[in-house]
Every structure is written in structure tokens, then in C-alpha cells.
């Protein structure tokens, strides 16, 4: 066994003996971030997203998918059918969030959860809910006179949230091309790949950093103002929008054949690691130049999933070679430094930030860092066991 293999095979262990024992103690709540003693802070899966005191913004728990993610790839790596029973235990939890039409991240849940679990036992109860998921996904479809984008924030009779997207929707777009896949209705693929469109243009800078989110005119669908709730200051770059971005551009890539969406994320994934430069981890905002400043593992596990992704999609075997060696560094790098081996911390990669400015998990393990650096070892240990190669079409 190559010594990256190694590394890797040791990490999904470290999942495996994590979330045995944390399913004893966690109840029907769900892990978000760890706290300062190593332990998971934990939240219903009934919490939605929604305006709390009238305006501030409360994402809710967009984590509970990516658990049963999490056992479903301990499942696969280990054979144990005790992490598939519960798997499915508490997909029935997570369940009721199909139908939540406050928020894009039921995208997060459903990808996460829904989607492998069918792939694993062709239970079309879970396809089910996948789909029920997507229709809600696809009805958050802003139309406007200079293209079509998906609001992230709110119920769509809310004209704050109607007006708004996010870069981590990109992310959240490839339950919608699944959708389309599964069902034969390209409605689902064109919703997402108009997202994908508008997305790019009004969310890159001249320099090919990124706005956190954009306001548009819903009329026009011009580009009102560019900010952010998680980096620095509205022009900053934040670094774990990045990932979300070059994920959701490969997926639209490989699902319409348009080799310009895989320019783009190469585009936009070079810049990131020229900001990176020898760092296996970037700070939570690339402008943030303080010699202490806050670190985010959580972007690179994201970055590292969704440069395989650009990888698998190349059809020059340089070209695939360099973007595998990129995504190879970064989760060598994450296993030998940022892996927690200890059982006193109980998340997978230590020194995540989840959200600095509103002071959530600023030097923890998080939810879907966790997840992320799992998808893209199982991708290289087992693959086309967990999730669906985009090895076609090549370009």
C-alpha cells in the first residue's frame, strides 16, 4: 500500500471508531461543530432556517445530512451492517427536512444523505426523498430579464431572501442534475445550470476572487451589491466559498458537456491555490494577513472533493494528473496535520471555522469539512462506491 493510501485508509478508521461511539451518545440530534473540550455541539434536525427578531438570518441545521453521509461511507469502508442500519435510522429523521422551503441548503442534506444511501441499497424510498428535495430546490428559480438564479435564504414570499444567493448554492445545484438524471426531466438540469450561469457572472471579481453573496434586482437580475456573512468584509475572499464554487462548476460541467463551465473551475481553482501557495490550509479569508490568523481545514477538504472532480472530467492524462496531484496534497497534508487521532476530540479535521464573525466554530471540527474530507478520501480508497465518478464526458 502507497504510503498516501496508508493515510488515507487510516483516516476512514479514525470515521469508523468516531462514529460508532458517538451514535451511542449524541440522541436524535445531529453534530454541527465541536465545542472547546473536543465534544460535538449538537441540534435537531427540525431546526430550519428562517429570520430570527426580524432580521438577522439563522441557517439552521444544514449539517444533519452530512452524518448519515458519514456512516454511509464508515458502512462501505468497514462492511459493518451496523452502520447502515443506522444510517437508515436516521435518515427517517432527516426526512422531514424534504419538504422545507425556507432554505437552498436542502441541496447539503439531500446530496449528503438520500443520494448515497439509494446508491448503496436501491431503496427507492430514498430516491423518493431525493426527488421531493430537488422539486423543492428547482422552486427556488428566480427569473429575471438577464438570466435565472436560485435564492438562498428565506421563503420565496420573502423579498430579502428572494433577492439573494450565495456562492455555497453552487454546491447544492448537483441534487438538481442528479434529479434530472434519475427522472428525465431536464427542468431540473436547466434550473441548475442557469443557476451555474448567473452565478459565475456576477459573483467573480476582475482578479477571480469570489462574492460570499450577491443582491440582485429581481426584475432585471443585475447585481445590486456583493457581500458576505462569513469572511472578513464584503471584498474579501473568503476562502471556503472557493471550494463551493469549483464543485458546483465541475458538476455542471460534466452534467451538459460544456467544456467552458471546466475552464471556469480551473479558473477560479488556480487562483485559489496561488492565494494557498505552499500551505496545506488557507486562513479563514485569504485577506486576513495576521501572522494568527483563524485557519479553515473545512476549505481545503471542500477544495481537495472538488478538484477530483476536475480531475476525473480531464481527457488529457497530464492535464487529469496535475489536478489529482493537487487534491493529493492537500488531503495528505489535511491527514498528517489536521486529522484528530485522539477520541477526546470527536470530529475528523481539527482547525475548521465555521463562521468567525458570528463567533460558531472558529477552531473546531465542522459538520461538512468533515464530510468533504471523507468524499474525497473515499474517492480515491473506493472508487465509485460512495458517490458517482464524472469520469464522462471528458474534455
Given at each position: ?8 485508509t ?41 429570520y ?73 424510498r ?41 456562492i ?21 438540469a ?46 474579501s ?98 491527514c ?29 471540527a ?30
Open positions: 500500500m502507497s504510503a498516501p493510501m496508508a493515510q488515507f487510516e483516516a476512514l478508521d479514525v470515521l469508523c471508531r468516531k462514529v460508532a461511539a458517538d451514535e451511542t451518545a449524541i440522541g436524535t440530534q445531529f453534530p454541527y461543530v465541536t465545542l472547546a473540550d473536543g465534544s460535538w455541539d449538537l441540534m435537531p434536525v427540525s431546526h430550519s432556517a428562517g430570527r427578531e426580524g432580521k438577522n438570518w439563522d441557517h439552521g441545521n444544514w449539517f444533519c445530512g452530512f452524518w448519515v453521509g458519514l456512516l454511509v461511507a464508515a458502512y462501505l469502508h468497514s462492511r459493518d451492517e451496523k452502520f447502515l442500519r443506522l444510517a437508515e435510522d436516521r435518515m427517517v429523521l432527516v426526512t422531514e427536512r424534504a419538504d422545507d422551503g425556507n432554505t437552498h441548503d436542502i441541496g447539503f442534506i439531500f446530496i449528503s444523505s438520500a443520494l448515497p444511501l439509494y446508491r448503496v441499497t436501491g431503496n427507492a430514498w430516491r423518493g426523498v431525493g426527488i421531493r428535495a430537488a422539486d423543492r430546490l428547482r422552486s427556488r428559480l428566480v427569473v429575471t430579464r438577464s438570466g435565472s438564479y436560485i435564492s438562498s435564504w428565506g421563503p420565496m414570499s420573502d423579498p430579502r431572501g428572494r433577492a439573494s444567493s450565495a455555497d448554492t453552487m454546491a447544492n445545484i448537483p441534487l438538481l442534475y442528479w434529479a434530472a438524471k434519475e427522472t428525465g426531466d431536464a427542468s431540473y436547466l434550473a441548475a445550470e442557469a443557476h451555474a450561469r448567473m452565478t459565475d457572472k456576477s459573483f467573480t471579481r476582475s482578479d477571480q476572487t469570489l462574492y460570499h453573496a450577491v443582491e440582485y434586482d429581481t426584475a432585471s437580475g443585475n447585481r445590486l451589491r456583493g457581500y458576505t456573512f462569513q469572511g472578513q468584509s464584503d471584498e475572499s473568503w476562502s471556503r466559498g472557493t471550494g463551493w464554487d469549483v464543485y458546483g462548476l465541475a458538476a455542471t460541467a460534466a452534467a451538459t458537456g460544456d467544456a467552458s463551465y471546466l475552464r471556469r473551475a480551473e479558473t477560479v481553482a488556480m487562483k485559489w491555490l496561488s492565494q494557498l501557495g505552499d500551505a496545506v490550509v488557507p486562513p479563514w479569508d485569504f485577506d486576513d494577513r495576521s501572522a494568527d490568523a483563524t485557519r479553515d481545514s473545512a476549505a481545503s477538504a471542500i477544495m481537495a472533493a472538488a478538484l477530483l472532480d476536475v480531475a476525473d472530467l480531464q481527457a488529457e492524462d497530464t492535464r487529469r494528473q496535475r489536478w489529482l496531484d493537487e487534491a493529493t496534497r492537500l488531503l495528505e497534508g489535511l498528517a496535520h489536521f486529522l484528530a487521532r485522539d477520541d477526546v476530540h470527536r470530529g475528523l479535521l481539527r482547525h475548521a471555522c465555521y463562521s468567525r464573525p458570528h463567533g460558531v466554530g472558529e477552531d473546531s465542522v459538520m461538512f469539512g468533515d464530510y468533504f474530507f471523507v468524499e474525497a478520501l473515499m474517492r480515491v480508497v473506493s472508487p465509485n462506491s460512495f458517490i458517482e465518478s464524472k469520469r464522462a464526458p471528458q474534455f
